[in-house]
């Protein structure tokens, strides 16, 4: 017979603990619409300061008449003071620090692997800084720099008008809003009557490397270099955006170095990278190409 022993028996002892924490929302409470609604704004300002920086230093550039205009616009669309001031002082190659210093254009020049040439062109306040900025940049990856004049024989100097579609103010990022590609043939179409463009191509993307890249939304027009304003100016009346204008380096066809090694494509790209990188250096021009 089974005998249980009441005061024995253990009866296990409940506890109950009191605690609070946090309640986790989904996301969707006033504080992240704000946020939201914040970050869309913000992007959109950025894009018109951007927008309306780049077209005012290209018009002090080309002393294009509507520059008033222009000014007017951007004061209206609340681009700020300093973003207006920065871009005509850019446009007229004055020194944004303060110094008063005017900025000058300088060419240096290299050999890099398997003979290609590079042409590296800068806008400094300081010829000494950025002369040893680049020569530093030569030396790290074992190129050597040259003196001036031993590659310009490699390239055609011309004149380059870099055309978009003229995107609407109330646009706020490339990203919300698509933005259908130029193609040559349309562009072509329009401009085929103004005298001095010796060439319609599509310009290399952000991300591309080659000129037929269908990425880019931006055309390049390729000019005699003494008619690249007055270009620009007739194909701005023409309802495109100018993007860029200036007197580039082309390499020419016969000149063109291939470079296939994958350890050599890294490493040049890692030194044109590294150039381009530089405060002072405006463009790097190269007759190598990596297949």
Known sequence: MLKVRLGCSRIPYLCRYLYTRPILNSGHNKWSTIKHD????DSQKNFLSNKYSNQITIAVKLKDPQLQTLL???AKNNVPKKVIENAIKKGQGI???GNGA???MNLYEGVGPQGCSVIIESMTDNKNRTVALVR???NKFGYNMTSNGSCLHY???VGVVRVSRDIPDDTTTEGERIIEPLSEEEVMDKVI???GIIDVKRAPSSTGENEGDDESVNINLITEPAD???IALKVRELGYSIESTGIEYMPKEENIISIECAETQESYKKFVNGLETLDDVVKVYTNAQLS
């Not at 914040?38 to 704004?41: G, L, S």
């Open 95 to 97: 020194s944004l620090n």
């Open 155 to 157: 390239f055609d100097k």
């Open 102 to 104: 005017n900025m000058t």
């Open 38 to 41: 914040k970050m869309k704004n």
């Open 193 to 195: 009557e103004i005298d």
């Open 136 to 138: 530093g940049q030569f």
């Open 72 to 74: 007017d616009k951007a």
């Open 228 to 230: 690249t304003n007055k």
